[in-house]
């Protein structure tokens, strides 16, 4: 039976069917569905962990005791990951351990566009790129096969194209395999140095047999057709050379994309007049067949900015673009905003209008940053502004203290935040850290965490306590707070941010998108009070707007949660009633 599929949806079935026992993950555009569909099969354990650092080793533990584990991240999850990314690639494995890393070349949902493939030769592990769903499943399949044989974690590249597109997937029964009695074995787990150095060795020389495997893999394949051009590519690169050339080109196209193999690329380059090296980012393959002796045309001609198209190969080969329908110029550009009722815009509004100096994390918080409310100095990656402040403040002394802060959501703070935390307790800046406490993991499509009371199937499960946490790091001063109480918010941050120690705002209140949180009745607009003065569009809310002169609230988006209604000083803005 065959199954139109998603990509991720189809690496989740080629866990099912790899027999794979344990996935743990933390979610991470465009990884995210690669977990919440293999959750889906009874047969594999899955999890939510606080960050991927501990997904990595929560796999690593489950391959050691013998079962088939895997983890998932997005490309900047993978940083996370690599401390025990590149000791496991000394360990090797006991049973299959493979991990997923999505890229998203464009920055779609991400703060850079990083090439994993650099992680992959740096660890010196067997990287696979599928280049459509079926590929995807097998791919996991075949992963399994080389971790356990050649003794090494391997990596399986998505990208956002590949992982968020359907192809069809052939349906198949999942492998049986019997958990193994556990052997303990000091020398190959034990990452002391004097065991350690034995381990490099193996490393080098299993490369060399992977090198070997890629010259005869059917990872790799050739597809002769015209011999005046010739193409090396992968993943979603291959669809796009397919689409523009067909078989009027010969086509390398390369599945195991680290170790790179070389008698094949020696041999195809051989056959054709002229090479080409298309792939997205960096040129990893161009570089690779440039230190060959083999000339090739790679980076020159394409950019390592951004994803390609079918338009960006034709327009490189200097070919006609078909005609396109263009939106005319004079339609206004509508930028990402935080949604209706978002508990996050009335704390934003707070440290806006007070002009406080605000260090931003990960989540979809970082929309604090964009017009109207520009609440938001910095954002570098999670857990960052927590440590970030930390620093800010230990140079800038009594002047930055007061007028500084930084926030972080619930997911994040468990993530990677905590850290910081300590640190700004033990090392002692008086600086104050707002944790946005949203109740879920909202960026990345409502998923469970920690704090949230259950588990990646909605199973209660313990819940931490992030006003206790917060003690036990060593903060005093905690208090919680209500975002859509502008006035207690204000007291909030101004009162802490006065004080000579470290401090903790909790900003609670669910997500709005979250069922089980009910609107209100929207908010009424009295025109006869309303003078236009526009301090309601100040939020930034989307179910505020003006029409001649006056404002409207659009009662399909308004949730009542009634912060415009603070900030109107006539009392045009009222309650609407229940």
Not at 62 to 68: D, N
Not at 242 to 247: H, L, N, Q, T
Not at 311 to 327: D, N, Q, R
Request: charged share 25%.
């Amino acid at each position: 039976m065959k199954r139109l599929m998603l990509g991720n949806e189809a690496i989740a079935r080629g866990l099912y069917e790899a027999g794979v026992d344990l996935v743990s993950s933390y979610p991470g555009t465009p990884s995210t569905e690669i977990t919440e569909i293999a959750a889906t099969y009874d047969d594999i354990y899955c999890e939510w962990a606080p960050n991927e650092k501990v997904a990595c080793e929560v796999a690593f533990g489950a391959s050691l005791r013998g079962a088939r584990s895997a983890c998932a991240m997005k490309h900047v999850g993978l940083n996370v990951a690599a401390d025990p990314l590149f000791t496991l690639s000394y360990t090797g494995v006991t049973g299959g351990l493979v991990i997923f890393v999505a890229d998203d070349p464009a920055m779609h949902s991400s703060q850079n566009e990083q090439d994993s493939r650099h992680y992959a030769i740096a660890a010196k592990v067997p990287m696979l790129e599928p280049a459509d769903s079926g590929e995807a499943k097998e791919f996991v399949k075949e992963a399994y096969r080389l971790s356990e044989e050649y003794d090494t974690p391997v990596i399986i590249r998505m990208c956002t194209r590949i992982a968020h597109s359907q192809s069809l997937v052939e349906l198949c029964d999942r492998e049986h395999r019997e958990l193994p009695a556990y052997e303990k074995n000091p020398q190959k787990f034990i990452m002391v140095p004097g065991n350690a150095i034995k381990k490099h060795p193996i490393v080098e020389e299993r490369t060399r047999k992977l090198v070997e495997l890629g010259e005869t893999t059917s990872l790799n394949r050739v597809e002769m057709g015209g011999t005046n051009m010739g193409i090396i590519c992968s993943g979603t690169c291959y669809q796009y050379v397919k689409e523009v050339f067909g078989d009027s080109v010969s086509v390398l196209k390369i599945g195991l994309v680290n170790p790179l193999p070389e008698k094949l690329i020696k041999d195809f380059a051989a056959k054709v007049d002229k090479l080409y090296v298309i792939e997205e980012l960096d040129g990893i393959m161009e570089t690779h067949v440039k230190s060959m002796g083999i000339e090739c045309i790679g980076k020159e001609m394409f950019s390592p900015l951004g994803e390609y198209s079918q338009a960006t190969i034709k327009k490189a080969f200097g070919m006609e673009l078909p005609e396109v329908i263009k939106a005319d110029s004079d339609i206004p550009m509508r930028p990402p905003i935080m949604c209706a009722g978002c508990p996050h815009r009335g704390l934003f509004y707070t440290l806006s209008k007070n002009k406080i100096t605000c260090l931003g994390d990960i989540g979809c918080y970082t929309l604090g940053s964009a017009a109207p409310l520009f609440a938001l100095d910095s954002t570098l990656c999670m857990g960052a502004s927590i440590s970030g402040l930390h620093g800010f403040n230990k140079v800038g002394g009594e002047d930055s203290e007061k007028r500084s802060v930084c926030v972080i959501g619930d997911s994040t703070f468990m993530h990677s935040g905590m850290t910081g935390l300590v640190n700004i307790a033990y090392n002692a800046s008086n600086s104050t850290v707002i944790i946005l406490d949203n109740s879920i993991t909202g960026m990345t499509g409502h998923q469970q965490n920690p704090t949230t009371g259950y588990n990646i199937k909605g199973d209660p499960a313990a819940a931490v306590n992030l006003e206790e946490l917060c003690h036990a790091l060593g903060i005093k001063r905690v208090r919680v707070v209500d975002p859509y109480d502008l006035k207690q918010c204000e007291e909030a941050v101004l009162e802490e941010i006065a004080v000579p120690e470290p401090s903790v705002i909790i900003s609670r209140r669910p997500c709005m998108l979250l069922k089980y949180v009910k609107p209100k009745a929207p908010v009424k607009v009295n025109h006869d009070k309303c003078v236009g003065c526009k301090q309601c569009l100040k939020i930034g809310c989307p179910a505020v707007s003006f029409k001649d002169g006056k404002a409207v609230i659009d009662t399909s988006l308004c949730v009542g949660c009634n912060v415009c209604t603070q900030m109107c000083k006539l009392g045009a803005m009222e309650k609407g009633e229940e």
